[in-house]
């Protein structure tokens, strides 16, 4: 394995903590860790599958897309990777708005104490 997989495969498990923290945000804080509901396993299951994919397929579709130009493979996962973590804030969003949840807790409710509204 060469220091740029080593890399790609930091940046992925930084990924996979990203997403975590981003969707345990829309949880009450100080409540306990709510085991994850079954299309939370499905959404970070589908996460690691997608991420598994971009392991395999971003270096082949970074040179597709970049033609005659030089593309490491290291930077064509970054970016399929930081692309995921992008398209993953609306699937949760998908999620919420149908009343799923990722943990088995009630969400919280961002928007209580909203002057604004």
Same mark, same amino acid.
């Given at each position: 394995?060469?220091? /740029?997989d080593? +890399?790609?495969?930091?940046?992925?498990?930084?990924?996979v903590?990203?997403?975590? +923290?981003?969707?345990?945000?829309?949880?009450?804080?100080?409540s306990? $860790?709510?085991? /994850?509901? $079954?299309a939370? $396993?499905i959404y970070?299951?589908? /996460?690691?599958?997608?991420? *598994? +994919?971009?392991?395999?397929?971003?270096?082949?579709?970074?040179?597709?897309i970049?033609?005659?130009?030089?593309?490491?493979?290291?930077?064509?996962? *970054?970016?399929?990777?930081?692309?995921?973590?992008?398209?993953?804030?609306?699937?949760? !969003? *998908?999620?919420?708005?149908?009343?799923?949840? *990722?943990?088995?807790?009630?969400?919280a409710? +961002?928007?209580?104490?909203?002057? !604004?509204?």
């Amino acid at each position: 394995m060469t220091p /740029l997989d080593v +890399l790609s495969a930091a940046t992925a498990l930084f990924i996979v903590g990203m997403v975590w +923290l981003r969707t345990r945000m829309h949880y009450p804080r100080g409540s306990a $860790r709510g085991p /994850l509901t $079954r299309a939370g $396993r499905i959404y970070f299951s589908a /996460l690691a599958a997608v991420l *598994v +994919l971009g392991w395999l397929a971003a270096p082949a579709a970074g040179r597709a897309i970049a033609g005659a130009a030089a593309v490491s493979p290291a930077l064509a996962r *970054v970016v399929w990777f930081l692309a995921t973590y992008y398209a993953f804030i609306p699937v949760h !969003r *998908v999620m919420q708005a149908q009343g799923g949840r *990722v943990f088995r807790q009630e969400p919280a409710d +961002l928007y209580a104490n909203d002057k !604004r509204a």
